[in-house]
Nanobody, 114 residues
């Protein structure tokens, strides 16, 4: 059974940092494009960043220069380091594994507010 379990969300002040983690089942971690998406209230879910099995990364324009996606193959875990956070980054962040079929985690809330 494929599982994606996110952690690391929370409340942070503008300009602060958070690191999200996504522990994935080994079977999907090895073959899937892993990614982070987010959904703000009243908005559609949008791509934040992806990382391919070979380590190639891709970022949404809103994330470039502030967020970094990475992975630890030994731990089957994907990370999203978020720096210089803004109130507009407030959303539920979802881990995704795309191996032809898309798998989703349950989401973790990130709130950027003073």
């Amino acid at each position: 059974q494929v599982q994606l379990v996110e952690s690391g969300g929370g409340l942070v002040q503008p300009g602060g940092s958070l690191r999200l983690s996504c522990a994935a089942s080994a079977i999907i971690f090895k073959f899937a494009v892993m990614g982070w998406y987010r959904q703000a209230p009243g908005k559609e879910r949008e791509l934040v960043a992806t990382i391919q099995p070979n380590g190639y990364t891709n970022y949404a324009d809103s994330a470039k220069g502030r967020f970094t996606i990475s992975k630890d193959n030994a731990k089957n875990t994907v990370y999203l380091q978020m720096n210089s956070l803004k109130p507009d980054d407030t959303a539920v962040y979802y881990c995704n594994g795309d191996a032809g079929t898309k798998y989703w985690g349950q989401g973790t809330q990130v709130t950027v507010s003073s």
